[in-house]
C-alpha cells in the first residue's frame, strides 16, 4: 500500500510541474538596454502593455514602429518614457520585455 502510496505522490508532483512548465513556455522576458532591443522584440500588429516610468499605463496594437517610438490608434510612446513592455503577436505568443534602459 505506501508503494502504491508513494507511485501516485510522485506522479501528480510530475504531473503539476509539467502543468506549471507548460503555462510558462510561451512567456518570455526580454532585458531592454536600447531601443534596439525593444524594436526587435515587437512587430506591427502585435498588441502591446505598457507601463511608463512615470506610472502611466498604455494597451494598443502597434501600428507603427520608428527608432523614437511605438505607435498605436491615436497612441505614441516613446521608448524614453517605457518601464516594461509586454507583447502578445497574432499567435497569442507572450513576452514581457523588462527593465528599460
Sequence with gaps: M??????CARAIA???LAVTL???AGHKQI????PDVVIEGVN??????INSKAGKHYR???TKITN????????RVTYAEM???????KDGVFKRIGNLF
Design 31 to 34: 532585458e531592454a538596454t536600447s
Design 68 to 75: 523614437k517610438a511605438l505607435y498605436g490608434e491615436g497612441v
Design 22 to 24: 507548460s503555462g510558462c
Design 60 to 62: 494598443f496594437v502597434i
Design 14 to 16: 510530475i504531473a503539476l
Design 83 to 89: 518601464s516594461t513592455v509586454e507583447t502578445r503577436n
Design 44 to 49: 506591427v500588429g502585435d498588441e502591446v502593455s
Design 2 to 7: 505506501k508503494k502504491l502510496f508513494d507511485f
